[in-house]
């Protein structure tokens, strides 16, 4: 299994940037995917559940500003940031449900600074 | 919201101590709690899953166990490798909420 974030990068407050994650050694289609941030020196935020059937459940922090979504055919899950904000600078991870979030990716910095 | 307490927030032990990290629930989770290790400037990891399940490949010094609100993860003989924050999940309501983790040093 592997997970492998790309996309991020520094914004300007208000801008727009889309992560995606890429994904090999299982059938991406069957598993549901999270994203998860973590600003630097904090702890872990979840952010977005997209289902193996691509319904999505989001945090109330990004609910409207953030979508989730996926593409079985390219093995691709995404995340697209809208109207961002300095409090989303943080390493964004992307992680393969089983229940548990059993493998994670190497994460993506996305700095949001004028 | 869950909100998810660990405790404590450092601990500081010997190589070959156990060592017992604690998480704790402000509902009933029904046993949905994982554990997840972290080291400095690497992606997390699945230690544990549903409170007592040891994910493939994780050394059996790690062991879970709770129910209800409180968890708690036991290392049994403390190694060097072991030094990381470990942080708590429950995954029993949406949204899945973090333990704000435990970071864990060699004395």
């Known amino acids: 299994v592997q997970l492998v974030e790309s996309g991020g990068g520094l914004v300007q407050p208000g801008k727009s940037l889309k992560l995606s994650c890429s994904a090999s050694?299982?059938?991406?289609?069957?598993?549901?995917m999270h994203w998860i941030r973590q600003a630097p020196g904090k702890g872990l935020d979840w952010v977005a559940y997209?289902?193996?059937?691509?319904?999505?459940v989001y945090a109330d922090a990004v609910k409207g500003r953030f979508t989730i979504s996926r593409d079985n055919a390219k093995n691709t899950l995404y995340l697209q940031l809208n109207s961002l904000k300095s409090e989303d600078t943080a390493i964004y991870y992307c992680?393969?449900?089983?229940?548990?979030?059993?493998?994670w990716g190497q994460g993506v910095m996305v700095t949001v600074s004028s | 919201d869950i909100q998810m307490t660990q405790s404590p927030s450092f601990l500081s032990a010997s190589v070959g101590e156990r060592v017992t990290l604690s998480c704790r629930a402000s509902q009933n989770i029904n046993k949905y709690l994982d554990w997840y290790q972290q080291k400095l400037g690497e992606a997390p990891k699945l230690l544990i899953y549903n409170t007592n399940n040891l994910h493939t490949g994780i050394p059996s010094r790690f062991s879970g166990s709770g129910s209800g609100t409180d968890y708690t993860l036991t290392i049994s003989s403390l190694q060097p490798e072991d030094v990381a924050t470990y942080f708590c999940l429950q995954r029993n309501s949406w949204p899945l909420t973090f333990g704000s983790g435990t970071k864990l040093e060699i004395k």
């Open positions: 997209i289902s193996s059937s691509s319904g999505t």
């Open positions: 050694g299982f059938t991406f289609s069957s598993y549901g």
């Open positions: 992680a393969r449900r089983v229940g548990a979030l059993d493998y």
